[in-house]
């Protein structure tokens, strides 16, 4: 029996845990490749609930000689993935432009882009010749309308990987591979961390249903993306913003 295989970068993050644990409890074959860089006890753990069906995978993206062996660590653990989600990045850090730096670009563009195009260069051929896959983007509200201030190094890495998701589109039509994105606002998970408490709290007042996401608003729609149940859906970028 041929398992799905599902992918997952930053799997240690809120989100990425919340999944995990959702997938396996509605899809209890599946086999999920964990990703992380820190947060190696969400994942241990995870591992001892599920020993059989989640495998950690470490690696620190901004190295780039990590990455190359990225790869190899995959094919050493003979699961193909049929499915990728990239949840990936850097934690979010408020910077005004003028105070930009070209590191804060480059940690952006490391992490959230060139991770996935590695990645992607390495696992596509392989969906394209089962004639299957399916790949999803974590995006921001940034990418939807006019961004928040303070925030071009992180909008900048969005815009990147949506350009890219829009690439593989034209590319890859015919192949049997999907590429869908979810643009959420203000999720409120340990991301923020660096975020102002009152910056938070100020924009869920401001916000038509009065609070931010939160994981759970987020989780069912990434599931939706990644199963057979959006089949029709391929380039999308799929606001989840509650209406700001």
Do not use: W
């Not at 990147?160 to 979810?182: C, D, H, P, T």
């Amino acid at each position: 029996m041929q398992h799905e295989v599902l992918l997952i970068t930053g799997a240690s993050s809120d989100i990425g845990t919340r999944l995990i644990a959702s997938q396996l409890e509605h899809m209890p074959d599946q086999r999920i490749i964990a990703h992380y860089a820190g947060g190696e006890e969400r994942i241990c753990t995870l591992e001892n609930q599920y020993p059989d069906s989640v495998f950690g995978l470490r690696c620190d993206l901004l190295d780039r000689e990590a990455r190359a062996s990225l790869p190899l660590k995959l094919d050493a653990m003979e699961l193909v993935p049929t499915k990728i989600l990239h949840l990936a990045a850097p934690r979010l850090q408020l910077t005004r432009f003028k105070d930009l730096c070209r590191s804060d670009l480059q940690r952006e563009f490391e992490i959230q882009l060139f991770s996935i195009v590695e990645l992607l260069q390495h696992c596509l051929p392989r969906m394209k010749k089962q004639k299957s896959g399916n790949v999803v983007f974590m995006l921001s509200s940034n990418t939807l309308a006019t961004p928040a201030s303070s925030m071009s190094a992180y909008t900048v890495g969005k815009y990147s990987l949506l350009g890219l998701m829009q690439s593989l589109v034209a590319e890859y039509k015919g192949s049997g591979i999907r590429f869908n994105a979810v643009s959420p606002s203000m999720i409120e998970t340990g991301f923020l961390r660096e975020v102002p408490e009152r910056l938070v709290e100020f924009t869920a007042e401001g916000h038509p249903l009065k609070r931010n996401a939160c994981v759970d608003d987020v989780v069912p729609l990434i599931e939706f993306l990644l199963s057979e149940k959006s089949a029709y859906l391929n380039g999308v970028n799929i606001p989840l913003t509650g209406g700001q």
